[in-house]
């Protein structure tokens, strides 16, 4: 019984919905619960925006810009390549869920394994490599709690290089 809690509260609460539009372009669910945790950990909220980054002019005036949206914290000052990628429709649910998926298809055929995919969807450089970790960990925990090994993480050199 309390397994079974755990587990219940270990998925995401859209979780049918990421692994739908997950298994869509071929990117397991474990992946897309990955992502959605390390983005917005359980909040559905298609509006949530990121911190973005701030930029200050000369004088002190500061603004943020390129704050990321949605679930799965799509940055919109990157020309994405997919059509549910479009500016005007990261706001909504559905499309943010694809454009995620599209960005980690796309990520993974550029890759050598899921992990390396996973710290690409972040960028570069160490953020990049913890954020990679961290999800790896989430992925790893599900596993425990639902006794299932995700078809997921390949060791590869590379993956042995940031995990370490």
């Not at 979780?15 to 474990?30: D, I, N, Q, Y």
């Not at 983005?39 to 980054?53: F, H, K, W, Y």
């Amino acid at each position: 019984m309390i397994a079974l809690l755990l587990v219940q509260f270990a998925l995401p609460p859209d979780s049918l919905a990421l692994k739908r539009v997950g298994e869509a372009v071929g990117v397991p669910a474990a992946v897309m619960y990955a992502v959605a945790w390390q983005e917005t950990r359980l909040n559905v909220n298609p509006a949530i925006r990121g911190p973005g980054r701030l930029e200050c002019d000369s004088i002190g005036n500061c603004r943020r810009i390129c704050r990321e949206i949605g679930r799965l914290q799509i940055n919109p000052c990157i020309q994405w390549r997919h059509p549910a990628c479009a500016v005007a429709s990261l706001k909504i649910y559905a499309s943010n869920l694809r454009c995620g998926a599209a960005i980690l298809r796309s990520a993974r055929d550029g890759a050598l394994s899921w992990a390396d995919a996973l710290r690409i969807y972040n960028g570069s450089g160490v953020h990049a490599r913890i954020y990679a970790k961290e999800a790896l960990a989430y992925v790893g925990w599900l596993a425990l709690l639902t006794q299932e090994v995700p078809p997921l993480v390949q060791v590869t050199a590379s993956t042995r290089e940031f995990v370490q």
